[in-house]
């Protein structure tokens, strides 16, 4: 049983440490693909952020926030697959708060080519989220195993 939950952590980890180990190989100086993408997704965000709560959003370097990307993926993988709860609280930090800006579905109609892959790629990202919330609540559940000695019972005359 050990051995297939194992396997499953591995598994389920990989789509984010592949994922991050690409990112952090074609990251060069401008931050690479991931950054080219990215950019008009963050600034479409923060205007419609800045416009909602009328304050001026800092400007963030995209190149920077694809940085985080990687390590959050990277470090909450690697923490997950070893059954760490830190790794997926991590990895549904990095769906929380990356999947609504990157899979931008709801600026497009439904009629729009771009509105059913962003939908699918976020409903996608949805179900991983699911099941993080799954592995925490059952690593929540489970009783730690405690090491006391118990007491000798009395032997009857």
């Given at each position: 049983m050990g051995f297939f939950s194992f396997l499953g952590r591995v598994l389920f980890a990989?789509?984010?440490?592949?994922?991050?180990w690409q990112m952090f190989n074609d990251f060069g100086?401008?931050?690479g693909p991931a950054a080219t993408e990215l950019a008009p997704k963050l600034h479409l965000a923060k205007s419609h952020l800045s416009s909602r709560l009328g304050v001026t959003l800092p400007s963030v370097e995209v190149k920077q926030v694809v940085a985080a990307i990687v390590a959050?993926?990277?470090?909450?993988g690697l923490l997950f697959v070893i059954g760490n709860i830190f790794g997926a609280y991590l990895l549904a930090f990095y769906l929380?708060?990356?999947s609504?800006?990157?899979?931008d579905f709801y600026n497009y109609g439904p009629?729009?080519?771009h509105f059913s892959p962003l939908l699918t790629e976020f409903l996608q990202s949805v179900a991983?989220?699911?099941?993080l919330l799954f592995f925490i609540g059952m690593k929540n559940s489970t009783p730690t195993k405690r090491n006391l000695k118990r007491t000798p019972k009395?032997?009857?005359a």
């Amino acid at each position: 049983m050990g051995f297939f939950s194992f396997l499953g952590r591995v598994l389920f980890a990989s789509l984010f440490i592949l994922s991050a180990w690409q990112m952090f190989n074609d990251f060069g100086v401008d931050g690479g693909p991931a950054a080219t993408e990215l950019a008009p997704k963050l600034h479409l965000a923060k205007s419609h952020l800045s416009s909602r709560l009328g304050v001026t959003l800092p400007s963030v370097e995209v190149k920077q926030v694809v940085a985080a990307i990687v390590a959050l993926k990277g470090v909450g993988g690697l923490l997950f697959v070893i059954g760490n709860i830190f790794g997926a609280y991590l990895l549904a930090f990095y769906l929380v708060v990356v999947s609504p800006i990157l899979y931008d579905f709801y600026n497009y109609g439904p009629e729009e080519r771009h509105f059913s892959p962003l939908l699918t790629e976020f409903l996608q990202s949805v179900a991983l989220f699911g099941a993080l919330l799954f592995f925490i609540g059952m690593k929540n559940s489970t009783p730690t195993k405690r090491n006391l000695k118990r007491t000798p019972k009395p032997k009857a005359a």
